[in-house]
């Protein structure tokens, strides 16, 4: 497990390549995703242990509705399955969900388990889980924007922050991409300005423990300067003030 120090509270994980984990074993593309999600409840029962507390994952971008139309059906399958099965458990463990990107386009049954989940582990306090579904960096940063501008509010970097939607939480220390590509595809795009960025070449449904924990390390031993000298860091806790 990595070391105590220097230990990121918050990460953000881009769980890519399940359709290539499937397809490798020439099973459907729709297999892959399943066995996403037992990966993310793995990572997730792993996390209060190494001292995390929020963990944000991208489920599904604004521009995967452009897959084929049995995939995004499937996906949303998917979603609504996991929200009655996990859900009881999540609240069991002490987890919060909350569930960060537009509800157009989701069904009645999706928004209203999406919903329950959220009030029904509102009051958990031992890890929170944001699930990105239906987001994009673009749309978080335009509709807050159109938001402001509508309320005559002027816009500044501070009521930005305020008015995005992950605005409740503090910005992800550590961004974690698998499946071995090296971008943010529309992810988190103001919250990660000082993120620190870390590229697994594993495929999301093979991502694990000793995988985070490499993760970790990597992250323990980076210099966060935030636009400072590293002279200046020198014997200090580094913040962003
Ligand atoms: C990520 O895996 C999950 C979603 C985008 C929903 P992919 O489905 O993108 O997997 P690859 O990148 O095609 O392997
Ligand atoms: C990003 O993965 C979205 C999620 C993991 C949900 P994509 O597979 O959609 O990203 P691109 O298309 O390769 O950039
Ligand atoms: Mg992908």
């Given at each position: 497990m ?9 990460i ?7 359709g290539?984990?499937?397809?490798k ?29 929020t963990?944000t ?5 604004s ?7 049995e ?7 998917i979603?609504a ?37 959220e009030?029904?582990?509102a009051?958990n306090?031992?890890?929170s889980?944001n ?13 807050a924007a ?6 005559g ?28 590509e090296?971008?943010?595809s ?15 070449e ?5 991502f ?7 993760a ?14 590293s002279?200046?860091?020198v ?7």
């Amino acid at each position: 497990m990595a070391e105590l120090h220097n230990v990121p509270r918050h990460i953000a994980i881009v769980m890519d390549g399940n359709g290539r984990w499937a397809s490798k074993r020439f099973l459907p593309r729709i297999a892959g995703h399943n066995r996403g999600v037992e990966t993310l409840k793995r990572i997730i029962s792993a996390c209060p242990s190494r001292h995390i507390d929020t963990v944000t994952v991208f489920a599904f971008s604004s521009e995967n509705w452009n897959r084929p139309v049995e995939e995004v059906s499937g996906l949303m399958d998917i979603l609504a399955m996991a929200l009655s099965r996990e859900v009881p458990k999540l609240q069991r463990d002490g987890v919060r969900l909350r569930f960060v990107g537009s509800r157009e386009g989701l069904s009645e049954r999706v928004k209203k388990g999406l919903e329950d989940a959220e009030a029904l582990t509102a009051g958990n306090t031992l890890l929170s889980l944001n699930v990105c579904f239906n987001y994009g960096g673009r749309w978080d940063i335009a509709s807050a924007a159109a938001r402001l501008a509508a309320a005559g509010t002027p816009i500044t970097e501070l009521s930005l922050s305020q008015a995005l939607s992950l605005s409740f939480c503090s910005d992800p220390d550590l961004l974690i991409r698998t499946g071995n590509e090296m971008r943010l595809s529309n992810f988190l795009l103001w919250q990660s300005a000082y993120t620190e960025l870390y590229f697994s070449e594993l495929l999301w449904p093979d991502f694990d423990e000793a995988a985070l924990d490499a993760a970790l390390s990597d992250y323990a031993s980076r210099e966060r300067r935030f636009g400072k000298t590293s002279d200046q860091l020198v014997g200090k806790s580094v913040t962003k003030a």
